[in-house]
């Protein structure tokens, strides 16, 4: 791949350090950086995992020449561009979201969940013509579509008086995709998206929609494993009244530290694991060779005394009288026993 020309050369190093970018103060540096240059690079960065995904892909999973931890730097473009509230820059973290399955499981991972929601408030904003777009296109992959309405739950939740903009929407996105939905008996996307659809009205605490949930309900199109059954939808927001479900963005050089710690406590656990599983079969190693042994040590003693007791009769080197007791042990006279012989 050709190497890309930065405005800063320090923006290479998103590249090499990744989740330890904040021991080198790679960070600190790039925050201070001029805005419309640094936006200028990181759309460059992000648009280069985009172009050579295929490449980094098979340096992960084939060549294994990079770990998934190298190829976080479109998780970090994009969180710099959200630290800095580059709204400028939204068309490229907009893309993001157009992405296939196996980009954002590469560059992504568990980002999407949590902190990918708070990226795009700060860089796209409310735009719920675009979320409602992600949320009800079943070509992309499902949880760029569940992103899209987390973004749009966490707006109301996050205390934004926006909940009666975002309803509309909401409501729209459960009716075409229940229509879509009717008389199917496959299950798919659509259904999972009806049930996050359910658990972020939970989470919002607005039984507004309850019109409209109660018929995707009857209708069976709602994946309950995501939200529970309708009685137990309704009971969500008697049960949880004050619990908080807002997933606040964390700054940047936050994130990064705990990332990095994490990563650290990670790797160390697993090569305790590993150690522990390495100990335990050295254990059962020298269990089963024991029982080896003792099994051999068994088979000695029986042989012995198959050989000691194969003829009952001991002999001596002393002269038996025939009217002693013989030998054996039978309790007769030498010569009535084995005197005769």
Not at 76 to 97: G, N, Q, R, S, W
Not at 132 to 160: C, F, H, K, P
Not at 201 to 226: C, G, H, P, R, Y
Not at 243 to 268: D, G, R
Request: with cysteine; aromatic share 10%; proline share 2%.
């Amino acid at each position: 791949m050709k190497k890309l020309q930065f405005n800063h050369e320090v923006i290479n190093e998103l590249y090499n350090y990744s989740w330890g970018l904040h021991t080198t103060n790679v960070l600190s540096t790039i925050l201070k950086l001029p805005r419309q240059s640094l936006i200028e690079d990181l759309t460059k960065v992000i648009e280069d995992g985009i172009t050579n995904f295929s490449a980094y892909e098979k340096a992960v999973e084939v060549d294994k020449t990079l770990t998934w931890q190298n190829v976080g730097f479109v998780q970090t473009a994009v969180h710099i561009l959200a630290e800095i509230k580059a709204t400028e820059a939204k068309d490229i973290v907009k893309k993001c979201l157009y992405q296939n399955e196996a980009f954002n499981e590469l560059y992504l991972m568990e980002f999407d969940s949590e902190e990918f929601p708070q990226c795009l408030i700060r860089t796209v904003g409310k735009d719920y013509d675009f979320y409602t777009e992600i949320a009800l296109n079943d070509s992309l992959y499902w949880i760029s579509r569940a992103t899209a309405m987390s973004v749009m739950s966490q707006i109301v939740i996050q205390g934004i008086d926006e909940e009666s903009n975002v309803l509309p929407y909401f409501r729209k996105s459960i009716e075409i995709l229940m229509d879509k939905r009717k008389g199917k008996d496959d299950w798919d996307d659509d259904n999972i998206m009806i049930g996050y659809i359910a658990a972020a009205l939970n989470d919002m605490k607005t039984q507004a929609l309850n019109d409209v949930m109660k018929q995707a309900f009857n209708l069976e199109v709602v994946d309950e494993s995501i939200c529970g059954n309708y009685q137990e939808f309704l009971e969500a927001f008697e049960e949880y009244p004050d619990m908080n479900y807002t997933k606040p963005y964390s700054p940047l050089l936050q994130f990064y530290k705990e990332s990095y710690e994490l990563n650290i406590k990670l790797k160390q656990e697993q090569e305790e694991w590993i150690a522990e599983q390495v100990e335990q079969e050295n254990q059962e190693a020298e269990r089963l060779a024991l029982i080896e042994s003792q099994k051999i040590n068994l088979n000695t003693i029986d042989t012995q005394s198959e050989i000691a007791t194969s003829s009952s009769f001991q002999y001596t080197d002393k002269k038996v009288g025939r009217n002693e007791p013989c030998p054996c042990g039978s309790g007769k006279k030498y010569k009535k026993c084995h005197g005769k012989l």
